[in-house]
């Protein structure tokens, strides 16, 4: 018979009870065993020995019956019945077949490997003995895996479902229907009696599979306010069964939100729980967290986690881990999250630059390899200048990260030359489209140490170019004292440069400008010479096409009326083309109406010709 006990939350669990085995077997058990045999073959009493007997008897359904099966794990021992034990136990059954003396002979064995160790074994004892037990979200997955290891195979007795398929029907039904549940379960899995056993038998990948089939759940259709909140569960998680659910989330394709969400709560409250003294730990969060690709977690966290490495002095393969992954997002850090892996463990003194500037080196490779992979690209050719520009602007942003950055270690008095000059000389001076900033950082750095000469005053401003600072910076630079001499007579060469080139320029322009104003004169007069030739040839044709005419001398005087009448219209339009009107340009060359009569004086010949 089986009860099924449904709780809530953690505490969910499967109440088991079995019929009680019949007389048979113990009165068996009690002709073919001997009390003072056992007795002697124990070992010396102890505390753990005298609990774990006690424990035994409360169960166990005669103590008059001698036991003739010895089971020691570690320092418990159990007295049990060979003829209970056997038939539902195959490990047993082998061993004390394999037993020399015969079926009287008292039978130990040691179970000390046992998955699950004591706790165990006494619940899969108690379902031989056919006595009630607790089956829980933090005792089945041992539960499963001693049943495993004893071989315990379904029995005609209780219905052929055995104890893993009951456990089995738990998990299904209770456990794993839940995401706390199926967190509890993985949890269990951890324990190291527990936990080569439980990846062999596939409970802990069905665990880390159901939380994370939950979670994919919660993030579609959230349950509960925030909905991260999901989150918070994993912080129980070990490393290992972390990494497992990382890896049951790719599997079932999540979203990048989901793994980030997931990876940054867990380092989180891992690197709270780690303190200032488990690299061990920090070594193994770092080690299980997803890549930067699948999911980028923030560039602060990353930092600290940096920062934490280096403190408590974790392994160089997890010290350089972290620092391609922080360079993998420098872009989007801030100098203050630089500044925080730069600082000593107390946060007083500048100490990491090392490791800033091989941030800092690795963000400019990798830069440039994904602008020369856009460029290498067989694509649209929108989408390699998308590449470039993105590349470009996250330089653009890193190179303002590192001289602000360059500025606050600056005044550090203990800062030699070449780390600064290390940091801030790792970006590109071509990445920057100005170098007021640098500039800025180089005048902090000379004003905190005024006692350098004149070579380490070129040293430290050999990270910037005065031809590329402001009009604003420039003249700054022309009047600052604490700059190189090198630097000042730079910065006014360049003024004068521009000067020259401003006058230059505006000749230029006013030339330019007096060429277009006259090729524009020119295309408005070849624009009207080509309408009045056109007006000219069509009355030509027009008085051609009167005179050819023919007809009776009516239609001769008609067609004379007409001509004059057409004579005049053209005579009229002439009028009006006429350049050589009054106030024309060549109005010297006409003459007046003279006695009533229309006479045009002929013009004298010139070279000007619109025919």
Known sequence: MINHSHKTGRESSLLIGMPQLTALFLMQAASTSNGGD??????????????????????????????????????????????????????IRK??????????????????????????????????????????????AAILCSAAFLDMNPSPSDGGGGLARRVEDFLAKVALRTLSGAVAVLRSCEAATVSSAADETGVARRAADAV??????????????????????????????????????????ADHEVLTAASTAYAELALAAAGDHDAAMVESVVAVLPSTDDAPLPASLLCRLLHAAITIGASAT??????????????????????????????????????????????????????????????????????DIDGESAMQAVAK????????????????????????????????????????AVDIYLKAHPWLDEMEREKVCSVMDPLKLSY????????????????????????????????????????????????????????????????????????SGMQQSKGSSSSSRGSSAMGKKGMSLWSRTLSMLNPFKAGGMWAKDTSSIVDGKTTIAKPKRRRFSIS
């Open 212 to 253: 994370a089939l939950r979670i994919c759940n919660e993030a579609l259709f959230p349950t509960r306010s925030p909905p991260d909140w999901w989150a918070a569960e994993l912080a129980a998680l070990s490393p290992p069964s972390f990494h497992k659910v990382i890896a049951a989330l790719r599997c079932r394709r």
């Open 95 to 140: 061993a004390v077949a394999a037993t020399r003396g015969g079926a009287t002979a008292t039978v130990e064995l040691d179970l000390s490997s046992l998955p699950g160790g004591a706790d165990a074994f006494d619940k899969a004892a108690r379902y031989c003995y056919g006595h009630n037990f607790d089956i829980s979200v933090h005792n089945a």
């Open 401 to 440: 990260i590192v001289d602000e950055l360059a500025a606050e270690m600056a005044t550090e008095e203990t800062l030699p030359i070449s780390k600064f000059v290390g940091i801030a000389g790792a970006v590109p001076k071509e990445a920057r489209a100005t170098h007021d900033s640098v500039y800025r």
């Open 472 to 543: 604003q910076g420039r003249l700054h630079a022309s009047q600052n004292k604490r700059l190189p001499l090198q630097a000042v007579l730079a910065a006014l060469y360049y003024d004068q440069l521009n000067l020259r080139s401003s006058n230059g320029n505006e000749m230029r322009r006013s030339e330019a400008g007096s060429v277009r104003k006259q090729a524009k004169a020119d295309a408005s007069l070849a624009r009207e010479n080509e309408a009045l030739r056109s007006e000219l040839a069509r009355m030509k044709a027009y008085v």
């Open 38 to 91: 056992i007795i002697s073959s124990l070992a010396p009493a102890s505390a753990s020995v005298s609990a774990s007997m006690d424990r035994t008897s409360q169960w166990v359904s005669s103590p008059d019956i001698p036991a003739d099966l010895i089971i020691r794990i570690a320092d418990d021992v159990f007295p049990l019945h060979k003829s209970v034990m056997a038939p539902k136990c195959g490990y």
């Open 318 to 387: 997890t010290c350089r881990d972290m620092e391609l992954r922080v360079a993998a997002v420098l872009d989007k850090a801030t100098a203050g999250d630089l500044l925080a892996i730069a600082l000593d463990a107390a946060g007083e003194h500048i100490q990491n630059t090392d490791t800033i500037r091989r941030i800092i080196t690795a963000f400019v490779d990798r830069n440039a390899a994904s602008i020369n992979t856009h460029r290498n690209r067989r694509s649209s050719l929108s989408g390699a200048l998308h590449g």
